[in-house]
């Protein structure tokens, strides 16, 4: 084998056609672009969403409801949840932000919210930033303390 008669393995390219090479080529004059118009010009790039001058689905949809800005996002944390960590001895009587993030039912910056769903038997104390009323109450019934950062 020598360089001269080096050759690219069978079925691996394709004969690519030349564009723009010349009217003896099939491919010159336009260049396959066709005649006139924005994509027929160089430098052309469609913006995201162009429906070809049809007014785009994002325009034509219509504007839906309101975002609050000042809007907080609760991560809510049942106490059937905290009924199962104790059970496992996972948690001890102290609950505050650091156990639930080492325990993953929240991230370290989360405003965390504890629900009333399930039952708690366990006394507990919880440090945490907001608590619903069922869930107060039933914390204070199990001899637990309800504590709001």
Do not use: C, W
């Amino acid at each position: 084998m020598s360089l001269h008669n080096l050759k690219p393995a069978a079925g691996s390219t394709k004969a690519s056609k030349r564009i723009a090479r010349g009217e003896g080529s099939g491919h010159g004059g336009t260049a396959t672009r066709g005649h006139k118009g924005a994509k027929s010009r160089s430098g052309y790039s469609r913006k995201i969403g162009f429906e070809g001058g049809q007014m785009p689905l994002q325009r034509r949809v219509p504007k839906y409801g309101f975002k609050n800005i000042n809007r907080k996002e609760y991560t809510g944390v049942n106490l059937d949840t905290l009924q199962v960590l104790a059970d496992n001895g996972k948690i001890d009587s102290i609950v505050n932000l650091d156990v639930l993030v080492a325990n993953r039912l929240a991230r370290k910056n989360d405003l965390v919210k504890i629900l009333g769903r399930g039952e708690l038997k366990a006394k507990l104390n919880i440090t945490v930033h907001k608590f619903t009323a069922t869930a107060k109450a039933a914390i204070e019934a199990a001899g637990g303390e309800a504590i709001t950062l």
